[in-house]
């Protein structure tokens, strides 16, 4: 059986410069995250109250922690009721020699 999504979320990608990082902040308008799982979202095989609905096995956000933070970067998340999660990553910029 072919995947289907049901319910397609709006995904917008900005950038901005704060100090010598670059953040990129991703937002995502599919289901929001409760405040007292937002610590949990970067671990290794998490996937919250839906896990039924879901198809991976929640490794991608904890890859993508690890990733910036060999780049010595920064990740975090948030999320309020009647919004959109958003996920965080701060990487710093390079120096010029």
Not at 19 to 27: A, E, G, K, L, T
Not at 51 to 74: D, F, M, S
Request: hydrophobic residues 40%; aromatic residues 8%.
């Amino acid at each position: 059986m072919p995947w289907r999504e049901t319910s397609p979320a709006q995904v917008s990608i900005e950038t901005a410069r704060a100090d010598d990082s670059i953040v990129i902040c991703v937002r995502d308008s599919g289901p929001r995250i409760a405040a007292d799982q937002l610590p949990h979202v970067f671990d290794k095989y998490w996937q919250g109250n839906s896990r039924a609905a879901h198809k991976g096995v929640g490794l991608g956000l904890a890859i993508a922690k690890e990733i910036v933070l060999a780049h010595q970067g920064r990740i975090w998340a948030d999320s309020q009721p009647d919004q959109e999660s958003r996920f965080f990553f701060a990487m710093p910029c390079m120096r010029a020699p």
